[in-house]
């Protein structure tokens, strides 16, 4: 849990009204990267979506299986550090098990966001 959320949910706890910074608007800030790390972030997300070879709806998100040999670990990390600065209110994960044979990458946020998901990040559906 951030600490933003950890916050939220104490001001909830004791009755008080969330401040103004606490809505995050649903929304990707593309010039949150520059040039050269946009371009890397369209290059990367061609290739881990054509690695995609499973897909399951979890309750807050989307869990992704994506062939490592088709799209490198080291590149799904720096995916996920690119799209962070660009969409910070969704939470990624990486989960990788049989010494790196099974990649799963989960994309999930708050309520409302599962569209949002599944249409910003279209090419990897």
């Known amino acids: 849990m951030t600490l933003r ?9 004791i009755g008080l009204s969330a401040p103004a910074w606490a809505a995050e608007p649903i929304a ?3 010039k ?3 040039s050269a790390q946009r371009d890397r972030l369209y290059a990367l997300a061609g290739k881990l979506g054509g ?6 709806e979890i309750s807050n998100g989307y ?12 590149d799904l990390a720096e995916w996920v ?3 962070a600065k660009c969409c910070p209110f969704l939470d990624y994960g990486i989960d990788v098990r049989g010494k790196g044979l099974s990649v799963t990458l989960r994309i999930t946020g708050e309520e409302g966001t599962k ?8 090419e990897l559906f």
């Not at 690695?51 to 399951?56: D, S, T």
């Not at 569209?115 to 279209?122: A, G, L, S, T, V």
């Open 5 to 13: 959320r950890t916050i939220l949910s104490l001001l909830v706890l």
């Open 28 to 30: 990707c800030n593309l």
């Open 32 to 34: 949150a990267l520059n």
């Open 51 to 56: 690695a995609i070879v499973g897909r399951e």
């Open 63 to 74: 869990a992704l299986v994506e062939d490592p040999d088709r799209f490198p670990v080291t």
């Open 81 to 83: 550090t690119l799209v």
């Open 115 to 122: 569209p949002f998901i599944k249409e910003e990040f279209r």
